[in-house]
């Protein structure tokens, strides 16, 4: 496909540039016809060699013109595809991911709730099985919220809505939700329980944020 665009391309400039050619000789042949009728030095061979002279300049430049512009539309256009190359490739990795993503907490609720099923469990165990699910089924809402957001925010249609946030909570709930998704690298935060800040903002983009600096 690529060789097939530069061939295209080639073969444009060719065209226009024979067709060019040929529209400066015919113009040139034109005049020297006219010139050979007309005395040398007379005042009418001077204002035909001054026209061909203007005919010869507006050929070119109109040449010039068109190249540049041909220049101009075919740069345009590769821009234009190479974003869209480049938005297809971010989105099949952005669906990729979240495919990869999706899977976990699916298959771990799954699990759960064939151990409920098929085994006697003490009601302690029962107890942290059901709150793994929870947890779990919790992240899977966040992933389904990412997805919409996303979709909403490219197709300009995010909004945001303004409530009363409690800062330490929603630290406390991101920070917890991090460390249940990575059981290696444990995070640890103190907050002055006393300074509870709330601000006016949209409390999923906010826990999104912070899921990002952290």
Known sequence: MKQFSIGVILYMFAGITWWGVLLYKQNQSFYELRLVQQAPLSPEYEEIVKERKRQAAMIVGEGVVLGL???????????????????????????????????SPIAS???????????????????????NAVKDADRLEGLVQNI???????????????????????????????????????????????SNISIDADQLAIELAMTNII
């Open 109 to 131: 609720i799954k699990l759960a709730l064939q151990t409920l099923q098929r085994r006697k469990l003490s009601q302690k165990d029962r107890e942290e099985v059901t709150a």
């Open 148 to 194: 919409l957001l996303s979709a909403g925010v490219d197709n300009d249609k995010f909004e945001i809505l303004l409530e009363p946030v409690p800062i330490n909570h929603v630290l406390n709930k991101v920070v917890e939700k991090i460390n249940d998704q990575h059981k290696r690298s444990r995070i640890s935060m103190h907050i002055d329980e006393t």
């Open 69 to 103: 512009s041909l220049i101009a539309g075919i740069w345009i256009i590769y821009r234009s595809g190479v974003k869209q190359i480049q938005a297809a490739n971010n989105q099949n990795n952005f669906l990729l991911s979240v495919s990869h993503e999706l899977k």
